[in-house]
């Protein structure tokens, strides 16, 4: 890996919030490039993760058209209809769930757990003095991971298995030192951001 993990995964961020800030049109070119990179890479995972939140983008979609005020859909029937500009907009906020799914898949299928479980640890380690315990993040993080690539649990089954005594577990992370290269380029996602904020002000 040419990077550290943490700033591999700042980047990653930097991306993930790139994506978010673009206008419409931007947002579903990324989307629709997100998401054919990602099944390229890893199709199996990407499926998955999609098919997961499929009901979400429904919602999110019809949400929108229901509630947003507008052109109605249904002219004749003005008062149950869904407008043009509410799905429009459903569907650019459904967009940004599915860039933001296909960046998931692409950082689990190219960094292994144990380094996006580093990246986070050490990422973590900055807000310390705020109270955060960046192993309890690791452990946590470590669990979400094991869920996402598990097989999909039923209510009954998931109750089963969180009442069950669990064994206990040691979660091992190798330590890998911070080159000047990473701290660089940590530094850049982070002056970027601050620039674009800056500038959408």
């Known amino acids: 890996m040419v990077l550290h993990p943490a700033a591999m995964l700042t980047l990653w961020a930097g991306v993930a919030v790139f994506v978010q800030a673009l206008p419409p049109v931007g947002v579903w070119v990324a989307a629709l490039g997100l998401v054919a990179l990602a099944a390229a890479i890893d199709a199996t995972r990407t499926a998955k993760l999609v098919r997961r939140i499929r009901v979400l983008l429904v919602v999110i979609v019809l949400m929108f058209g229901f509630a947003t005020p507008g052109t ?30 296909s960046l998931v898949s692409i950082l689990l299928a190219r960094m292994p757990v144990a380094r996006l479980v580093l990246a986070l640890h050490v990422l973590a380690a900055a807000l310390r003095p705020l109270g955060v315990s960046p192993d309890r993040v690791a452990v946590r993080l470590s669990l979400v991971l094991a869920e996402l690539d598990g097989p999909k649990l039923q209510w009954r089954s998931w109750l089963e298995t969180v009442e069950a005594p669990g064994s206990a577990r040691a979660l091992t992370l190798d330590v890998m030192p911070m080159r000047w290269q990473d701290r660089s380029a940590m530094a850049a996602v982070i002056l970027a951001g601050v620039g674009v904020f800056w500038w959408r002000m």
Do not use: E, F
């Open 72 to 101: 109605a859909m249904l002219p004749v029937w003005t008062a149950a209809s869904p407008t043009w500009d509410g799905l429009a907009l459903g569907a650019t906020h459904a967009a940004r769930l599915l860039a933001m799914v």
